[in-house]
């Protein structure tokens, strides 16, 4: 089945408790990208790679980092986490560019104490 | 840069009746995408319709058709034979067509509220 995939769904940690957040695509899609979900506020993006090791930021990169060392994983790194990014977390892929549908992921829920 | 503005929070539609979600986007430029995506409780977020600003004719998938207006830079999604299922955000997004530029711009959303 053609899907993306998020570990964990849910997360509780604490200020300063670096973190990781993957994110896996079975589709050999080229693009990827992580947003955030809060209320009032829509989804915004953090991070996007349009494809192995070629990463960019975002509308909201402060305190986020991301890796692609390979094409199907795209993991959401929070080297020192704060209470202002408790929120939901979404990474979305699609084919390339030049396919606009992208598919997301289920969701990650992070709460920062 | 884009925006992308849902003036209504909040809709109620009653069971196999008819609704329509409004969206405006504001943009200088001439070719890009626009989507409606819907996110029920489970948080899941699904493609519901997709447009291609360079086609006139409007997008329509079963009981989904949008009503897209491009000088007036309106985009709004009408949900006929509504049913219990469709409640749920939505969520409008805007895409360039530009290479370079995936990423989606969305709005704040609309809660759609489908009562028996």
């Known amino acids: 089945e053609a899907q993306v995939t998020q570990n964990p769904r849910y997360l509780i940690t604490v200020t300063g408790k670096k973190l990781t957040v993957t994110c896996s695509q079975n589709?050999?899609?080229?693009?990827m990208s992580w947003y955030r979900q809060d209320p009032g506020l829509g989804l915004r993006q953090i991070y996007y790679?349009?494809?192995?090791?070629?990463?960019d930021k975002g509308d909201v990169p402060e305190g986020y980092k991301v890796s692609r060392k390979e094409k199907r994983n795209f993991p959401l790194i929070l080297e020192s986490p704060s209470p202002n990014q408790t929120s939901l977390y979404f990474c979305?892929?699609?084919?390339?560019?030049?396919?606009?549908?992208?598919?997301f992921g289920p969701g990650t829920r992070l709460l920062v104490l | 840069a884009q925006t992308v503005t849902q003036s209504q929070p909040e809709m109620s539609v009653q069971e196999a009746e008819t609704v329509t979600l409004s969206c405006t986007y504001d943009?200088?430029?001439?070719?890009?995408?626009l989507f409606w995506y819907k996110q029920p409780p489970s948080r899941q977020m699904i493609l519901v319709i997709r447009?291609?600003?360079?086609?006139?004719q409007n997008a329509t998938e079963n009981r989904f058709s949008v009503n897209f207006q491009k000088a007036a830079k309106s985009f709004s999604l009408k949900i006929s034979d509504s049913q219990l299922g469709d409640a749920a955000m939505y969520f409008c997004?805007?895409?360039?067509?530009?290479?370079?530029?995936?990423?989606?711009?969305f709005g704040k959303g609309t809660k759609l509220t489908v009562n028996p």
């Open positions: 790679s349009m494809n192995v090791e070629v990463t």
């Open positions: 997004a805007y895409r360039s067509a530009q290479g370079g530029s995936e990423k989606l711009v």
């Open positions: 589709m050999n899609h080229e693009y």
């Open positions: 447009q291609e600003a360079y086609k006139q």
């Open positions: 943009t200088s430029e001439s070719d890009y995408y």
């Open positions: 979305a892929s699609s084919f390339s560019y030049r396919v606009e549908t992208q598919y």
